[in-house]
């Protein structure tokens, strides 16, 4: 997964595949998950590299999977594959960030609901090889036995969601991680889960992380999950609950990772979302 990418320096990968007849490749982004070129193929067809980084080795198998799964259906195409190197479709570089602050939260969320609509249209075969929710949410039962509070509190909602519909899920769907290109919006860089397609729609109210005043408004996400719930058959109730405890599993990730700082702004954001539960 690449968290929020930054811009490199110009740098060539030297280890890549032969047999991907790749020309020209300039760096796009790095981040957590690993390195990013934006690429030509011998052919001219352009395509994006990505190098999984040993950190994020473990979980690229997730991804792979679903994508595998998806086969471009609302998803960007994996094209093949190659120990941690990755070749994908270009799917563009307008974000739903930028139609945000352009056009507006609204704007965005509207695309958003689409592209949920897409993804979660039935595949073709059986996906296999998915992260599970009680794997994903490990760190958030630890710091619900730990820290209590908050974390105890969304532990406790995790339980009484846990009877939900269950199919697999893109897993990471913000902002930057939908793309407009020669195929419309499509949504990129998943993480791969198995569980309630309301947890697709979850991130959505956490982002985008830069706009804390969007993030920590009961009222937008209570908007937004009355939007984005039509698109994942689910009630905005569960897209809440599941927003709340998404919050809360950041949090326990960044206090895992030292970062006092991030966890409170995470925890500020679940305390939004779970006014936004209450009645109003």
């Known amino acids: ?6 811009p490199r320096p110009a740098m060539t990968p030297l280890d890549l595949p032969a047999a991907w007849a790749i020309t020209g490749a300039a760096p796009l982004a790095e981040g957590i998950g690993g390195q990013v070129w934006r690429a030509r193929r011998r052919n001219g067809e352009p395509v994006v590299l990505k190098r999984v980084s040993p950190q994020a080795a473990s979980d690229a198998t997730y991804a792979t999977a679903y994508l595998d799964w998806r ?7 994996l094209l093949a594959v190659d120990g941690r190197w990755q070749m994908l479709e270009d799917a563009g570089d307008r974000t739903l960030t930028q139609v945000l ?15 949920l609509r897409v993804l979660h249209a039935p595949g073709t075969h059986r ?15 630890t710091a619900a036995q730990s820290e209590g509070g908050l974390f105890a509190e969304a532990d406790a909602w995790l339980k009484t969601l846990a009877g939900g519909p269950v199919q697999p899920l893109h897993g990471d769907l913000h902002h930057d991680n939908i793309l407009f290109g020669a195929r419309g919006w499509l949504g990129i860089d998943p993480h791969g889960l198995i569980g309630d397609p ?4 979850a991130n959505l109210l ?17 908007r937004l999950a009355e939007v ?13 609950g599941y927003g709340f405890c998404h919050a809360c599993l950041s949090a326990a990730w960044h206090l895992e990772d030292g970062d006092v700082a991030e966890a409170e702004r995470s925890l500020a954001t679940a305390q939004a979302i779970q006014a936004a539960l209450k009645p109003a």
């Open 206 to 222: 956490y982002n985008p992380l830069e706009r804390q005043d969007l993030r920590t408004d009961p009222e937008r996400a209570r």
């Open 101 to 115: 602050d352009q056009e507006g939260d609204a704007a965005a969320t509207l695309i958003a609901a689409e592209v």
């Open 228 to 240: 984005l719930a039509p698109a994942v058959q689910r009630p905005a109730t569960a897209v809440l």
């Open 198 to 201: 309301a947890y697709d729609a």
């Open 1 to 6: 997964m690449l968290d929020q990418a930054r």
């Open 71 to 77: 086969q471009g259906q609302g998803a960007v195409r």
């Open 127 to 141: 996906a296999d090889g998915l992260q599970t929710m009680k794997d994903r949410f490990a760190a958030l039962t």
